[in-house]
């Protein structure tokens, strides 16, 4: 399994490849963004170069980063079952709205503030009701010939790269704020997103594919060692390939963009929330540990850090609606 990771280690950081317990790292200055931009075959063979030559340290002595710096992050909303669920929490009504069904939908969240599996994510300021959200994410990379301009969804599959685990944090009472002005949620969600532990490549997953294009992995979320929630991949109302098509249609997707499959059911607090009819189980404090796994990717943990203070509401200037002449 070609697993690509960065860490840091003796003061510098590194990239390359992790096997067998061990981290074989790239000549210096190479990144896993260049690896994105070679492409899949071409990553596969440096892979097979490095693990024969390169030195290597323990995986036990390194500290995981993000396993690469996003170009873009799109962040979809594919399971309709946390639809469901996160609809009822945050607007108070039952049911998943007709237009989910028609298309793919998408938000743009902030590629800066990506953290890495082990760091403690901070409450952002103004939130109480902190949350999390379990997700798969495909990374893209390089396919020759291609501009990564209105592809199929044929054309879509050979760009997924790899996978990784995404947690998309969320500031909910925040997001219920924002989404009331009919546009996509901010500073409810920008504030952090967990990539890690690392990128697998999408050649190890071929084989997994139903019929349909869709993978029937199994995902689950933990806090502080009790089970949450528990799904499949495959319960996706559209396969990754079909997300990457959507994306690129009068657009485009390129090496080092991110794309999340959005929250599977039962993967975050808002959806039970919605369910169950009241905060249980509560949201996130200071000193939780929320623990993400994916079958044949790997497992992320973050504890919650404490909760900055400050007032970051600005008040719009109120103009007259009439104006006199």
Not at 159 to 182: C, P
């Amino acid at each position: 399994m070609v697993k690509i990771a960065r860490w840091t280690y003796d003061g510098g950081t590194h990239a390359g490849f992790v096997d067998d317990g061990s981290c074989f790292g790239l000549p210096e200055g190479q990144t896993v963004n260049h690896l994105l931009g070679a492409g899949l075959a071409r990553t596969l063979e440096i892979a097979a170069e490095t693990l024969r030559g390169a030195p290597s340290v323990a995986l036990a002595d390194v500290q995981l980063l993000a396993p690469l710096e996003p170009a873009t992050i799109r962040d979809f909303v594919a399971f309709e079952e946390h639809v469901e669920g996160v609809r009822k929490s945050i607007d108070g009504v039952a049911g998943v709205v007709a237009e989910w069904y028609e298309a793919p939908t998408f938000y743009f969240t902030n590629p800066h503030t990506v953290t890495s599996t082990g760091e403690v994510i901070g409450i952002p300021a103004g939130c109480s009701e902190l949350d999390f959200e379990t997700e798969v994410a495909a990374v893209v990379g390089h396919v020759p010939g291609s501009d990564g301009s209105n592809l199929s969804a044929a054309d879509a599959h050979r760009h997924i790269f790899g996978y990784t685990v995404l947690n998309d944090w969320s500031a909910r009472d925040l997001q219920r704020r924002e989404m009331k002005v009919s546009l996509g949620p901010c500073k409810g969600k920008d504030f952090a997103n967990t990539l890690g532990p690392w990128i697998v490549t999408a050649d190890e997953f071929e084989h997994l594919h139903d019929d349909e294009g869709f993978l029937p992995i199994s995902m689950a979320v933990e806090v502080n060692g009790e089970q949450i929630g528990q799904d499949l991949l495959s319960n996706m109302g559209w396969p990754f390939a079909e997300l990457v098509a959507y994306a690129s249609q009068d657009s485009v997707v390129r090496p080092g963009d991110v794309l999340g499959s959005g929250t599977c059911g039962s993967g975050c607090l808002a959806e039970l929330w919605g369910r169950n009819g009241s905060k249980t189980p509560p949201p996130l404090k200071t000193g939780d540990k929320v623990r993400m796994s994916v079958e044949g990717i790997g497992t992320i943990e973050n504890t919650v850090g404490k909760r900055r203070h400050g007032d970051t509401r600005i008040a719009a200037r109120v103009s007259p609606r009439t104006r006199v002449l």
